[in-house]
């Protein structure tokens, strides 16, 4: 099947510890964004990358990190600094960042705290 | 700075009803697009039309219209003869060109459509 896969569905972080959340695409897109939504709200932008091995900070960066060694893959890393992460976090590709085509998404991973 | 506003955060109606999302943006970039998402309870996101600033002709799809007015910064949504189907969370978002063509979305819309 085509499009993205988003890794695990649920997940729980126990104090203390950080998690990392799955995001694979085979659409061949350049661009991949990381948006976090709580409830009632809408979606804010945590990280993304335009190419392979390179990311930049969105609106909500603090205490995530992300790493962008494959084309196909944009894993993000729920830090212990981030004090608040229980929310559910969806990933997105583009074909190419500069363009203003549509974004696809992935099914989202609901991220709790223990 | 861009923004977007949508106002009514629930929407509640029986199938068959027509029902309208309002959607306001803030931009001071001329250039710019806007785009509509529905959120079913899968939690994907799925795309479903896309216009840009210097193209005010509104569209229809299908049981869906799109009312786009660049005077009011509006970009207004209309599902025409609900079904239960149409059950979901909407979202609006804009694009512009001078911020890097990342989406700012709005806060969403639920909409409930009751047999």
């Known amino acids: 099947d085509g499009g993205i896969t988003q890794s695990p569905k649920y997940l729980f972080r126990k104090e203390g510890q950080n998690v990392t959340l799955s995001c694979e695409q085979n659409?061949?897109?350049?661009?991949m964004y990381w948006y976090r939504q709580d409830p009632g709200q809408g979606l804010r932008l945590i990280y993304y990358s335009q190419i392979v091995n390179d990311f930049q900070k969105g609106d909500i960066a603090e205490g995530y990190s992300v790493s962008r060694e494959k084309k196909e893959s944009f894993p993000l890393t729920v830090t212990s600094a981030q004090k608040n992460p229980t929310a559910f976090y969806l990933c997105?590709?583009?074909?190419?960042?500069?363009?203003?085509?549509?974004?696809?998404f992935g099914s989202g991973t609901q991220l709790s705290v223990l | 700075a861009q923004k977007v506003t949508q106002a009514q955060t629930e929407i509640s109606v029986v199938e068959k009803e027509d029902v309208t999302l309002d959607c306001v943006y803030e931009t001071r970039d001329t250039t710019y697009y806007l785009f509509w998402y529905k959120q079913p309870p899968s939690g994907e996101l799925v795309f479903l039309i896309r216009r840009n600033s210097f193209d005010e002709q509104n569209e229809i799809s299908g049981r869906y219209s799109w009312n786009f007015q660049k005077s009011t910064s509006s970009f207004n949504f209309t599902i025409t003869a609900s079904q239960v189907v149409d059950s979901a969370v909407y979202f609006c978002a804009l694009s512009v060109k001078a911020a890097g063509n990342k989406l700012t979305f709005g806060g969403g819309t639920r909409v409930l459509v009751k047999p």
């Open positions: 997105a590709t583009k074909a190419a960042a500069s363009t203003n085509e549509k974004l696809f």
């Open positions: 659409l061949n897109h350049d661009a």
